[in-house]
């Protein structure tokens, strides 16, 4: 299309890899989710919440997976928000075939059906395991430390939304610092969750040396397809992390769910990084740094951090406590917004 | 062995849940008005045309301003686009470069020779402008669209007006402004040169027009009395700019031969014309010094003007008058701006060398052409009022530019002319011309600027500086292809939607229906919760939330 | 074919020719020989097209035949007591989910205290679950109801639990006879599930049912069991034309034509007890017995025609239904309603106290005189427990009572 003669490849666009699909761009360079075609795993009339974090990186990950392996995936799904509002009897909001057992056991089925495809000669079909903070953190850790020991042949997806959401926001081992939940209130001379040693299930996968371990969030999509696109193309046990805003949760207006998910990147709270076979592999950089009391300030479980009352000194050591974790993420996983200034990942230029 | 009852569910049955009745508000698309297109004094669709631009539609996208404008090649460089002073890319890194993707497209068009077709088929009504400047040009084209015989007559002895006589070359190569006017005429225009009108009235009955445009601009130039020893010596820019224009040889960009100002002139005024005097004077050959009164953010001239200007050498004294002119030399007085911003005089002389004064100080309407009209009414200073349709007093004659209260700018001018046109069009139709209403003004505070890449913006080049202070070569050069096409891809398509998918895919409950290209965007309503992501995720602010009647 | 084998052996070779697909295995005593010798099977290759996997809990285990059942493969697992524990919310899973999963159950008493010795007191927790139980009293018939229980269970859509005393039968070597695998394929054909998970026609499988459905689900899983009332010794009299031997069915009557007193028992106690009813018939007594088979479906109709003739019923059983007393005695009393008939209850073997003849000969004596406490504990140390209910009401907070006994023992205590 070059009218002056000149041979310079396009290089820019508007949007770039940012956004979810793009006029622009070829085809093959929007995201799975751009395209009218896509296989929507998860479809509407499901119970949600308004602005579910979950649904949607469900349906993020799971069409990513389809195109993945060509529509041949079977889903195991632990009990939790996730499983209640898509199956409530007579409706189902699945498209693509899924079984929920129990809360703790997902990785343990999902086990079980990958053994059963490999022995039945289906072994094109490719499994994939979901649950929630709860069920993987706590409930479900021993099945799925014992799912990667094995190096079972399962992607496992974590939607973390940082506490027992479906129940009624009861804290879990994912819940950060200081947060309110309904077992930890913001109540009282000490209020929101405990300040523990935290449980980075990222790391404990690592620990197993399994193929492949990655963190996304729902902020961002390109990011988020191509590490269930990269990970099915390993077989072995996989581990993804995706943070899920919840908005009922965290106290946030539905609407910024998203915008959420971003600061908590942006902010190096939650890092995003890849790991091979226990060692990190690749960070997302930051790209606008942001201070982290801009992600809280917008969550309502951590409004009594900046309250006038209470336990003043208390509350912005809790601020400090969260900071100081983002800080270093920053440095633990290279995320280094400095050196890395320009956040075009460039479509086609190579 | 046979499915479980209940506990085992056939797919997507849930599409019988019809979430829409959660919502207490919903998502609605709506074009808002970018912030370029609110500024374009002509009225341009600068979106519009960017979104084709961006595409590599650089026909479509050319079409798309000629719509509003028939001169882009021109605008592109000697409009001061205050369309890049209200872009809200501003706000997240730099304005985009839009007159420079503008020149891109009018320097294409008239390389490929790319005409536009007629709205209409021939009224024939016929319609007099007088005056071949920026805003007579564009009523003449916009009448001429729109199926009517126009005639335009100009005074002087070549159309351009103050395209011509008023900007110099280095600005706005004649080659260009050329090709702009012989499209005009290919389209069936009629320009007669050395056409002085005197009496309006007269010269309808005599052509049979059914209305008159008239945009004779202000070409007259104010003077103040300075003492001085030979008047000779004291010219006044405009008289300079014409000279230049009209000398002989200057081709290609030399000064005209034989054309010799002085060797050290002082400009005496701060807009646009001062600068152009001082920077034409300097590439005569002079030494030039400009002299204004106030400061230089005051000075009405644009600052990357004032900027050029120093870079090419002129000096410039700020806050000092003119007293008197002597031999060789003149008298300077200090100024100082008191409690208010006004210039006052401090007593303070100073003497500057200098061969000959040009004067800058304002231009005026001449009057004569509609003074003699009873129900014309002119202000003082000659400006003539017009309705909001752009008609004078007297029914069936419009007048535009710079000789009705506006600013004066050339966009402003072409601007005046589309509307006058569409005026008159309902004029001679016995309708009413009513603009169309405007949507809300795509304010940054809607936009969500995350999804843009970073992206600096690109540099027009610029002509080295011996070429700068010897020739009339065109001093700031155009972009190619493709940084055009990067600057085209920079705008963020304030207010509308561009089809980035994005609330496509962030809607959790899937309840947005993708049309197809070109098609946008549709909300399914029987499964949208309200939940505000759409709105908020869509960069370029394309989505609204409006509370449901519940 | 004839072997002599372990009982656990038996058990895994019957497995292994039915043909599973996966098999998983979390160790426990007393099940651990039979996932042991289907690891060696299929390493060496003697069970092909299979998979064995170590999981890290009983919970896995099962979990993980739930995900392989699911997904339209022949699916096996074992556990026993406190293993069938942890996997309980499994186990209800399973048959809530109508997934054909066979699982022995090596009975071993639940603790604390820790005990690895048999009773049916595991089998007995989860009674009510929803899985088919069927309990063995002999090793042969241990191997040949894992054939009729792959069967059954995929015909019906619904698990089955195979009870086998743990040690007295998986740690028994006898002569047994191991089909061949074509007797076996010609038995028992290939799986042939609704595959539940197919991309090819998708499902979700485990939804969340509220109470306007509840109830019919749960009837729907009783009618199972009702069916499998009619199936059962269908199956079993298929399976003796097969292979010429009865195996399984509801229940085994032994000499209770023209019994006065009948015992009621199940497991591996029945062949004792038959022992003494031979013993005790040659002496003239009017004595039977029926071996329970298969618990759940309870066969209450069977029973109450095999009972309804006698004076009185005497229940041997393996589980004290702590605060009541007999849980199979429970069960044939229901099978009773209608009929005026005493039945005593006789709590033998906790913990794997052995049962001897000589006691059961002294209990059935004092059954047919009417002589038995309700309910009876059989070979009860009265002296260790008379010390150690005068010991608790001496102290306050006396602590775990075996301890205490213990304790009282060691210091000689009287």
């Given at each position: 299309?070059?009218?002056?003669?000149?041979?310079?490849?396009?290089?820019?666009?508007?949007?770039?890899?940012?956004?979810?699909?793009?006029?622009?761009?070829?085809?093959?360079?929007?995201?799975?989710?751009?395209?009218?075609?896509?296989?929507?795993?998860?479809?509407?009339?499901?119970?949600?919440?308004?602005?579910?974090?979950?649904?949607?990186?469900?349906?993020?990950?799971?069409?990513?997976?389809?195109?993945?392996?060509?529509?041949?995936?079977?889903?195991?799904?632990?009990?939790?928000?996730?499983?209640?509002?898509?199956?409530?009897?007579?409706?189902?909001?699945?498209?693509?075939?899924?079984?929920?057992?129990?809360?703790?056991?997902?990785?343990?089925?999902?086990?079980?059906?990958?053994?059963?495809?490999?022995?039945?000669?289906?072994?094109?079909?490719?499994?994939?395991?979901?649950?929630?903070?709860?069920?993987?953190?706590?409930?479900?850790?021993?099945?799925?430390?014992?799912?990667?020991?094995?190096?079972?042949?399962?992607?496992?997806?974590?939607?973390?939304?940082?506490?027992?959401?479906?129940?009624?926001?009861?804290?879990?081992?994912?819940?950060?610092?200081?947060?309110?939940?309904?077992?930890?209130?913001?109540?009282?001379?000490?209020?929101?969750?405990?300040?523990?040693?935290?449980?980075?299930?990222?790391?404990?996968?690592?620990?197993?040396?399994?193929?492949?371990?990655?963190?996304?969030?729902?902020?961002?999509?390109?990011?988020?397809?191509?590490?269930?696109?990269?990970?099915?193309?390993?077989?072995?046990?996989?581990?993804?992390?995706?943070?899920?805003?919840?908005?009922?949760?965290w106290g946030s207006e539905p609407a910024v769910t998203i915008r959420l998910a971003r600061l908590a990147t942006e902010s190096g709270l939650f890092p995003l990084f890849e790991a091979e076979h226990g060692q990190v592999v690749?960070?997302?950089?930051?790209?606008?740094?942001?201070?982290?009391?801009?992600?809280?300030?917008?969550?309502?479980?951590?409004?009594?951090?900046?309250?006038?009352?209470?336990?003043?000194?208390?509350?912005?050591?809790?601020?400090?406590?969260?900071?100081?974790?983002?800080?270093?993420?920053?440095?633990?996983?290279?995320?280094?917004?400095?050196?890395?200034?320009?956040?075009?990942?460039?479509?086609?230029?190579? | 062995?046979?499915?479980?009852?209940?506990?085992?569910?056939?797919?997507?049955?849930?599409?019988?849940?019809?979430?829409?009745?959660?919502?207490?508000?919903?998502?609605?698309?709506?074009?808002?008005?970018?912030?370029?297109?609110?500024?374009?004094?002509?009225?341009?669709?600068?979106?519009?045309?960017?979104?084709?631009?961006?595409?590599?539609?650089?026909?479509?996208?050319?079409?798309?301003?000629?719509?509003?404008?028939?001169?882009?090649?021109?605008?592109?460089?000697?409009?001061?686009?205050?369309?890049?002073?209200?872009?809200?890319?501003?706000?997240?890194?730099?304005?985009?470069?839009?007159?420079?993707?503008?020149?891109?497209?009018?320097?294409?068009?008239?390389?490929?020779?790319?005409?536009?077709?007629?709205?209409?088929?021939?009224?024939?009504?016929?319609?007099?402008?007088?005056?071949?400047?920026?805003?007579?040009?564009?009523?003449?084209?916009?009448?001429?669209?729109?199926?009517?015989?126009?005639?335009?007559?100009?005074?002087?002895?070549?159309?351009?007006?103050?395209?011509?006589?008023?900007?110099?070359?280095?600005?706005?190569?004649?080659?260009?402004?050329?090709?702009?006017?012989?499209?005009?005429?290919?389209?069936?225009?009629?320009?007669?040169?050395?056409?002085?009108?005197?009496?309006?009235?007269?010269?309808?009955?005599?052509?049979?027009?059914?209305?008159?445009?008239?945009?004779?601009?202000?070409?007259l130039a104010k003077r103040v009395d300075i003492p001085a020893p030979d008047a000779g010596k004291i010219l006044d820019a405009l008289g300079l700019l014409r000279q230049?224009?009209?000398?002989?040889?200057?081709?290609?960009?030399?000064?005209?031969?034989?054309?010799?100002?002085?060797?050290?002139?002082?400009?005496?005024?701060?807009?646009?014309?001062?600068?152009?005097?001082?920077?034409?004077?300097?590439?005569?050959?002079?030494?030039?010094?400009?002299?204004?009164?106030?400061?230089?953010?005051?000075?009405?001239?644009?600052?990357?003007?004032?900027?050029?200007?120093?870079?090419?050498?002129?000096?410039?004294?700020?806050?000092?008058?003119?007293?008197?002119?002597?031999?060789?030399?003149?008298?300077?007085?200090?100024?100082?701006?008191?409690?208010?911003?006004?210039?006052?005089?401090?007593?303070?002389?100073?003497?500057?060398?200098?061969?000959?004064?040009?004067?800058?100080?304002?231009?005026?309407?001449?009057?004569?052409?509609?003074?003699?009209?009873?129900?014309?009414?002119?202000?003082?200073?000659?400006?003539?009022?017009?309705?909001?349709?752009?008609?004078?007093?007297?029914?069936?004659?419009?007048?535009?530019?710079?000789?009705?209260?506006?600013?004066?700018?050339?966009?402003?001018?072409?601007?005046?002319?589309?509307?006058?046109?569409?005026?008159?069009?309902?004029?001679?139709?016995?309708?009413?011309?009513?603009?169309?209403?405007?949507?809300?003004?795509?304010?940054?505070?809607?936009?969500?600027?995350?999804?843009?890449?970073?992206?600096?913006?690109?540099?027009?080049?610029?002509?080295?500086?011996?070429?700068?202070?010897?020739?009339?070569?065109?001093?700031?050069?155009?972009?190619?292809?493709?940084?055009?096409?990067?600057?085209?891809?920079?705008?963020?398509?304030?207010?509308?939607?561009?089809?980035?998918?994005?609330?496509?895919?962030?809607?959790?409950?899937?309840?947005?229906?993708?049309?197809?290209?070109?098609?946008?965007?549709?909300?399914?309503?029987?499964?949208?919760?309200?939940?505000?992501?759409?709105?908020?995720?869509?960069?370029?602010?394309?989505?609204?939330?409006?509370?449901?009647?519940? | 074919?004839?072997?002599?084998?372990?009982?656990?052996?038996?058990?895994?070779?019957?497995?292994?020719?039915?043909?599973?697909?996966?098999?998983?295995?979390?160790?426990?005593?007393?099940?651990?020989?039979?996932?042991?010798?289907?690891?060696?099977?299929?390493?060496?290759?003697?069970?092909?097209?299979?998979?064995?996997?170590?999981?890290?809990?009983?919970?896995?285990?099962?979990?993980?035949?739930?995900?392989?059942?699911?997904?339209?493969?022949?699916?096996?697992?074992?556990?026993?007591?406190?293993?069938?524990?942890?996997?309980?919310?499994?186990?209800?899973?399973?048959?809530?989910?109508?997934?054909?999963?066979?699982?022995?159950?090596?009975?071993?008493?639940?603790?604390?205290?820790?005990?690895?010795?048999?009773?049916?007191?595991?089998?007995?927790?989860?009674?009510?679950?929803?899985?088919?139980?069927?309990?063995?009293?002999?090793?042969?018939?241990?191997?040949?109801?894992?054939?009729?229980?792959?069967?059954?269970?995929?015909?019906?859509?619904?698990?089955?639990?195979?009870?086998?005393?743990?040690?007295?039968?998986?740690?028994?070597?006898?002569?047994?006879?191991?089909?061949?695998?074509?007797?076996?394929?010609?038995?028992?054909?290939?799986?042939?599930?609704?595959?539940?998970?197919?991309?090819?026609?998708?499902?979700?499988?485990?939804?969340?049912?509220?109470?306007?459905?509840?109830?019919?689900?749960?009837?729907?899983?009783?009618?199972?069991?009702?069916?499998?009332?009619?199936?059962?010794?269908?199956?079993?009299?298929?399976?003796?034309?097969?292979?010429?031997?009865?195996?399984?069915?509801?229940?085994?009557?032994?000499?209770?034509?023209?019994?006065?007193?009948?015992?009621?028992?199940?497991?591996?106690?029945?062949?004792?007890?038959?022992?003494?009813?031979?013993?005790?018939?040659?002496?003239?007594?009017?004595?039977?017995?029926?071996?329970?088979?298969?618990?759940?479906?309870?066969?209450?109709?069977?029973?109450?025609?095999?009972?309804?003739?006698?004076?009185?019923?005497?229940?041997?059983?393996?589980?004290?239904?702590?605060?009541?007393?007999?849980?199979?005695?429970?069960?044939?009393?229901?099978?009773?309603?209608?009929?005026?008939?005493?039945?005593?209850?006789?709590?033998?073997?906790?913990?794997?106290?052995?049962?001897?003849?000589?006691?059961?000969?002294?209990?059935?004596?004092?059954?047919?005189?009417?002589?038995?406490?309700?309910?009876?504990?059989?070979?009860?140390?009265?002296?260790?427990?008379?010390?150690?209910?005068?010991?608790?009401?001496?102290?306050?907070?006396?602590?775990?009572?075996?301890?205490?006994?213990?304790?009282?023992?060691?210091?000689?205590?009287?």
């Open positions: 299309m070059s009218i002056d003669g000149s041979s310079q490849r396009i290089k820019f666009y508007q949007t770039g890899t940012w956004t979810i699909g793009n006029r622009l761009l070829d085809p093959e360079q929007r995201t799975v989710q751009a395209s009218a075609d896509r296989s929507n795993a998860l479809t509407c009339g499901h119970r949600a919440c308004q602005g579910c974090g979950e649904a949607l990186a469900a349906r993020y990950a799971l069409d990513a997976a389809l195109r993945a392996t060509d529509g041949r995936l079977i889903a195991v799904n632990a009990t939790g928000c996730l499983e209640v509002f898509t199956t409530p009897y007579p409706e189902s909001s699945w498209q693509i075939p899924w079984l929920h057992s129990l809360f703790g056991n997902a990785a343990a089925v999902a086990s079980g059906v990958a053994a059963a495809l490999r022995t039945s000669g289906r072994e094109d079909i490719r499994v994939v395991a979901q649950g929630g903070d709860g069920g993987t953190t706590d409930i479900g850790l021993g099945c799925l430390s014992g799912m990667f020991e094995r190096n079972d042949d399962v992607l496992y997806i974590c939607y973390d939304n940082e506490a027992y959401m479906n129940t009624g926001v009861q804290r879990s081992s994912a819940t950060p610092p200081g947060a309110r939940t309904a077992t930890t209130p913001a109540a009282g001379p000490r209020p929101g969750n405990d300040r523990g040693t935290g449980k980075s299930v990222p790391r404990i996968a690592m620990a197993h040396d399994i193929p492949y371990v990655a963190t996304a969030t729902v902020a961002d999509l390109h990011d988020l397809e191509a590490k269930v696109t990269r990970a099915m193309e390993f077989h072995g046990s996989r581990y993804i992390h995706i943070l899920v805003p919840c908005p009922l949760g690749r960070s997302t950089p930051i790209r606008h740094l942001t201070p982290v009391a801009d992600y809280l300030k917008l969550q309502k479980r951590f409004a009594h951090l900046f309250k006038a009352n209470g336990n003043q000194e208390y509350a912005q050591s809790g601020l400090h406590v969260l900071q100081a974790e983002a800080s270093r993420n920053i440095s633990i996983y290279n995320l280094n917004p400095a050196a890395s200034a320009d956040g075009d990942r460039g479509g086609i230029d190579s | 062995m046979t499915r479980e009852f209940a506990s085992t569910l056939e797919p997507a049955t849930s599409l019988l849940n019809e979430t829409g009745s959660w919502r207490t508000e919903r998502p609605v698309f709506v074009d808002r008005l970018p912030p370029c297109n609110h500024a374009c004094p002509a009225g341009e669709n600068c979106q519009a045309w960017l979104y084709r631009a961006e595409e590599g539609d650089y026909h479509g996208a050319w079409e798309q301003i000629m719509v509003d404008n028939p001169l882009p090649a021109v605008m592109g460089r000697a409009c001061y686009h205050p369309c890049e002073t209200e872009c809200n890319r501003a706000q997240v890194d730099e304005a985009v470069g839009i007159h420079a993707i503008e020149r891109f497209l009018g320097d294409l068009a008239i390389r490929q020779g790319w005409n536009i077709s007629l709205d209409r088929t021939e009224s024939g009504r016929r319609v007099l402008v007088v005056g071949s400047g920026p805003s007579g040009l564009s009523a003449a084209y916009h009448l001429r669209r729109l199926g009517h015989s126009v005639t335009v007559m100009e005074a002087g002895p070549v159309a351009g007006g103050m395209m011509r006589f008023g900007i110099p070359k280095y600005r706005l190569p004649r080659e260009v402004l050329d090709a702009e006017v012989r499209r005009l005429t290919a389209l069936g225009i009629e320009i007669q040169t050395d056409a002085k009108v005197n009496d309006v009235v007269e010269t309808m009955g005599e052509g049979g027009y059914d209305a008159c445009f008239v945009a004779i601009g202000a070409h230049i224009e009209t000398g002989s040889g200057g081709r290609n960009g030399e000064a005209p031969e034989g054309l010799h100002v002085g060797r050290r002139i002082v400009v005496y005024g701060g807009g646009n014309t001062a600068i152009d005097a001082a920077r034409s004077a300097r590439r005569l050959g002079s030494e030039a010094v400009i002299v204004y009164r106030r400061t230089r953010d005051r000075a009405p001239a644009h600052d990357f003007e004032i900027q050029e200007a120093l870079e090419e050498g002129v000096q410039i004294h700020w806050l000092s008058t003119i007293k008197s002119m002597d031999e060789g030399q003149l008298t300077i007085e200090k100024m100082r701006l008191n409690t208010e911003g006004w210039p006052e005089p401090t007593g303070e002389l100073e003497t500057i060398p200098g061969d000959a004064l040009i004067l800058a100080l304002g231009q005026d309407v001449d009057t004569s052409i509609l003074g003699r009209i009873p129900d014309v009414t002119l202000r003082k200073d000659g400006i003539v009022e017009v309705d909001r349709n752009m008609m004078t007093g007297h029914p069936g004659i419009f007048a535009g530019g710079d000789m009705v209260p506006a600013e004066r700018t050339i966009t402003v001018a072409v601007g005046h002319g589309k509307k006058a046109a569409h005026c008159i069009d309902a004029y001679l139709n016995g309708t009413q011309h009513r603009p169309s209403p405007k949507h809300e003004l795509a304010d940054f505070s809607l936009l969500n600027t995350w999804y843009y890449n970073d992206a600096d913006r690109t540099v027009q080049p610029v002509l080295g500086e011996i070429r700068r202070r010897t020739t009339f070569e065109e001093v700031v050069g155009g972009l190619d292809e493709s940084t055009a096409l990067f600057e085209a891809r920079r705008c963020l398509s304030c207010g509308n939607c561009f089809e980035c998918d994005n609330c496509f895919g962030v809607c959790p409950d899937n309840a947005i229906i993708k049309l197809g290209p070109g098609r946008r965007f549709e909300v399914n309503y029987d499964f949208c919760k309200g939940c505000g992501m759409c709105a908020e995720e869509c960069p370029c602010g394309a989505i609204e939330m409006v509370p449901e009647a519940i | 074919m004839l072997k002599q084998i372990e009982g656990s052996r038996g058990i895994a070779e019957a497995v292994a020719l039915c043909r599973p697909k996966v098999i998983c295995a979390y160790p426990i005593t007393p099940q651990t020989h039979i996932v042991e010798n289907l690891s060696e099977m299929v390493r060496t290759g003697e069970l092909t097209g299979c998979e064995f996997i170590n999981v890290e809990s009983e919970f896995a285990a099962l979990s993980v035949a739930i995900g392989s059942s699911a997904t339209g493969v022949r699916s096996y697992t074992a556990t026993s007591s406190q293993g069938l524990l942890f996997m309980a919310e499994a186990v209800y899973n399973a048959s809530g989910l109508g997934l054909p999963i066979v699982m022995t159950l090596g009975n071993r008493a639940i603790g604390a205290p820790i005990n690895i010795w048999n009773d049916h007191s595991d089998a007995m927790a989860l009674k009510d679950a929803g899985w088919i139980m069927l309990f063995a009293e002999t090793n042969q018939e241990a191997l040949d109801l894992h054939l009729q229980a792959f069967l059954l269970a995929e015909e019906l859509g619904c698990p089955v639990m195979v009870n086998v005393d743990g040690f007295i039968l998986t740690h028994a070597y006898e002569r047994l006879d191991v089909p061949t695998q074509e007797e076996v394929d010609a038995f028992l054909p290939p799986f042939d599930p609704a595959i539940l998970l197919d991309p090819d026609h998708p499902l979700s499988v485990g939804a969340m049912v509220g109470p306007d459905a509840f109830m019919e689900v749960r009837y729907l899983a009783h009618h199972k069991h009702l069916r499998a009332l009619a199936r059962i010794p269908e199956i079993a009299g298929d399976f003796a034309q097969v292979f010429g031997r009865e195996s399984g069915g509801l229940i085994h009557e032994y000499r209770t034509g023209d019994a006065d007193t009948i015992v009621v028992a199940m497991g591996s106690v029945n062949g004792t007890i038959k022992d003494v009813v031979d013993e005790l018939r040659d002496e003239g007594h009017n004595i039977g017995s029926v071996a329970v088979t298969s618990f759940r479906p309870f066969p209450l109709q069977t029973v109450h025609v095999a009972l309804e003739h006698a004076s009185r019923v005497v229940v041997v059983e393996k589980n004290l239904a702590i605060g009541l007393g007999g849980t199979l005695a429970s069960n044939v009393r229901m099978a009773l309603r209608g009929a005026e008939l005493p039945v005593q209850t006789v709590i033998a073997g906790l913990g794997g106290r052995p049962i001897t003849a000589r006691s059961l000969r002294k209990a059935f004596e004092e059954g047919e005189r009417d002589e038995l406490d309700e309910p009876t504990f059989l070979d009860l140390n009265w002296e260790v427990v008379g010390r150690e209910l005068i010991r608790v009401s001496e102290t306050r907070r006396s602590g775990p009572t075996a301890e205490g006994v213990l304790r009282a023992t060691a210091e000689g205590r009287p």
